[in-house]
Structures are given as structure tokens and as C-alpha cells.
């Protein structure tokens, strides 16, 4: 079923939530089992990341070094199929601009429609971390938007290359991301909704957000994003703290902010295990609130960890 029915369908938030991949060589019956206590919460759908490829280096006895290309979490087709078949719910899966060609994209497209995947989330993607800046494949897409072009041109029958006659419909619902503290590249806010507004006009039918821990920013950004036109869903994504090193790595990595009162909180704390009790406390407090106001689902970047969660939804749902 489409994200879209789901929204519709429901009559108060619902809890949905992502997971990553296990690393290149660990099992998926793991990470099938960590998430299994989830599904008391019926959860109608679960996104699962994609992770472009990433470069290491080799030492040769020489001492030259070779650069190797290595996905370190391969699997997110794969683990959308065992989802599907095991907790009978929709599985999300990340597309990427990055690292894919067209070709590529409209392939991997063909094969989650076999599947059975009905939604998407279609993204640009970061640059490869050796790299400085996003680079699309030779005959890829620059842009989200134009990810979200290429699906929708696919459930209207066509295909990239002339030749294919009969131009078989796909049916995707597809998701893109927002930013309520504006996404790192975008020199301004505006700047960024008039690109968001873009997707949504090329077909994309609901907004996933970037964690956040400050809900007025939340709300700013909801205001923001209907005064440019949007009337998509906006789904808020929450990711509770849950270690010591997370309080300068979230904003390092996200380009976001902790609030005043959470820092105070958090400045406090001298173990693991204490900045998770915080970080527990708020994610409840932010849910709460969000709920309140009626937000559409609680989305939670469980980082496949679910016991942190658990605790957070059992508060909520
Ligand atoms: P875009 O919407 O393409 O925007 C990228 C930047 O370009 C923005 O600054 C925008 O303002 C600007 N822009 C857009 N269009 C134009 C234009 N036509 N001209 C000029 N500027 C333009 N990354 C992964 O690798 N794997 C994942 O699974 C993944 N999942 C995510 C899930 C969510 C909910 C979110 C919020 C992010 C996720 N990301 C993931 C990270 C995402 O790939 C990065 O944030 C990436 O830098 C931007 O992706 P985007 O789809 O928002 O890009």
C-alpha cells in the first residue's frame, strides 16, 4: 500500500521508523529480530537506507597504495523483500542520485516493482567522503528532483530509451527528504524550499525530515513549507541521543542544533548509559508535543537499535 493510503487511512500518528543495513558480512536475521519488538507498535511501513559505495585504501608490499571502491552496507533491495515477507508491512527503500546512472536507476526501479515495493524515497545522496563535493555518474542525476522525474516518468510508461515499445506502468509513491534547519548546501532556507517545492512538483507526494531536536524548529518549518505552496504530508524524523559522542557528532554530521535546555542536560551527564536516559526523556517530550499538534507519523532513525525506541513509542502509542 501506498505511504499516502496509510496517511489517509489513519485515524490518529502512527509510528514508522528506518533501519540501515548490517555491515558487509553480518546476517540479517539479527537485525530482523532486533526490530521485531517494533511491531507491536504496528508500524505500517519501515524505510531502509542505501549506502553508496565509499573508497579505502590498500597498501601494497611496494608501498604504493590502491584505491578501492567497497559498499560497506550492501542489501537495502534485499532486506525490503524480507520485511515485506516476514512482518507483512511496507518497505521503503532509499534510491540514490549518487553513484547511479539512469540506466541503473530505472533497472533497480524495475526490480522493487517486481517485488512488490510500492514507495520510494528518492534522494541525492552525499559525496563519498574522500570526495568534497556531490558528483553525479557520468549520465546520472544532479538532483533529487530529477530522481523523482525519472519514477514519476516511469508510472506514466516511459522508459529511457525509445525502443521500449510497450511501456509497462509502474506505480510508485514517492518520498523525499526536508531539512527544518535547512540542508548544509542551500545558502538559504528559501533557497532549499524553493528546490523542495520542485520535488513535490515533479510528483514526490510526502516529506520525510532530517532529525531534529528542537520542535519550534519543527513547527517554523512546517509554516514555511505551506507558506511556499507544499500541501504534502510532512513526516518529523526522530532520533533520540544516545551516547556521549553523538552530542558533538549529530550536529557535525547533520548540520542541526541541540537546544539550550537539552544541553544543560546533557553537559551533565558522565556515561553512556546517563546521556541515553536524557536523550530517552526529550525524544518522549518531543513526541508528546508533536502528537499534540497532529503530526501524520513519528518516523524514528533507530540506527537498527530498538530497544531505545521501544521505550520511546511504548510512552507514545
Ligand atoms: P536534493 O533535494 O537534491 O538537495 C540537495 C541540495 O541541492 C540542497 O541544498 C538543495 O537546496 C539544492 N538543490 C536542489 N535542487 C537544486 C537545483 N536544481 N539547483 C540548485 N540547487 C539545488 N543519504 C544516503 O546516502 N542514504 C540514505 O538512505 C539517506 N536517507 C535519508 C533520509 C532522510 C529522511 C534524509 C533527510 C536524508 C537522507 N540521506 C540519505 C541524506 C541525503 O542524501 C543528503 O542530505 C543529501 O546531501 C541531500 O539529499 P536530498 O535528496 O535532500 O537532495
Not at 524495475?110 to 520510494?120: K, M, P, Q, R, T
Not at 542541526?256 to 544541553?263: Q, S, V
Amino acid at each position: 500500500m501506498k505511504i499516502t493510503e496509510h496517511l489517509k487511512e489513519a485515524k490518529s500518528t502512527l509510528f514508522s521508523f528506518e533501519i540501515l543495513p548490517p555491515l558487509k558480512g553480518q546476517s540479517l536475521k539479527e537485525l530482523l529480530e532486533g526490530i521485531s519488538p517494533l511491531m507491536d507498535f504496528k508500524p505500517p511501513f519501515v524505510d531502509v537506507t542505501y549506502h553508496r559505495e565509499e573508497f579505502i585504501y590498500k597498501k601494497h608490499p611496494n608501498g604504493l597504495l590502491e584505491k578501492i571502491s567497497t559498499k560497506k552496507r550492501p542489501g537495502t533491495v534485499g532486506i525490503c523483500a524480507a520485511i515485506m515477507n516476514r512482518f507483512h508491512i511496507d518497505a521503503v527503500p532509499h534510491l540514490l542520485c549518487g553513484g547511479f546512472t539512469k540506466e541503473e536507476t530505472e533497472n533497480a526501479l524495475i526490480d522493487l516493482n517486481f517485488i512488490g515495493v510500492e514507495n520510494v524515497l528518492a534522494l541525492r545522496g552525499d559525496a563519498p567522503k574522500a570526495e568534497g563535493r556531490f558528483i553525479p555518474e557520468p549520465n546520472g542525476h544532479h538532483f533529487a528532483s530529477e530522481l523523482v522525474q525519472q519514477i514519476i516518468g516511469m508510472n506514466a510508461g516511459k522508459y529511457l530509451h525509445e525502443e521500449t515499445e510497450i511501456g509497462f506502468q509502474t506505480d510508485f509513491c514517492v518520498g523525499v527528504a526536508g531539512y527544518p534547519e535547512k540542508h548544509f548546501e542551500a545558502p538559504s532556507m528559501k533557497f532549499d524550499l524553493k528546490y523542495l517545492k520542485e520535488k513535490v512538483d515533479n510528483g514526490a507526494e510526502y516529506i520525510v525530515t532530517q532529525m531534529f531536536f528542537d520542535n519550534e524548529k519543527f513547527f517554523k518549518f512546517v509554516e514555511d513549507v505551506r507558506a511556499a505552496g507544499i500541501t504534502v504530508p510532512i513526516i518529523p524524523g526522530i532520533k533520540p541521543i544516545t551516547t556521549l559522542g553523538q552530542i558533538t557528532m549529530l550536529p557535525r554530521t547533520f548540520f542541526l542544533d541541540l537546544p539550550d535546555d537539552l544541553m544543560d542536560e546533557l553537559e551533565k551527564c558522565k556515561t553512556n548509559q546517563e546521556v541515553k536516559e536524557v536523550g530517552i526523556e526529550w525524544s518522549i517530550a518531543q513526541c508528546k508535543e508533536l502528537v499534540e499538534r497532529g503530526v501524520p507519523s513519528l518516523h524514528f532513525y533507530t540506527m537498527s537499535k530498538a530497544d531505545t525506541t521501544y521505550k520511546i513509542a511504548k510512552e507514545i502509542f
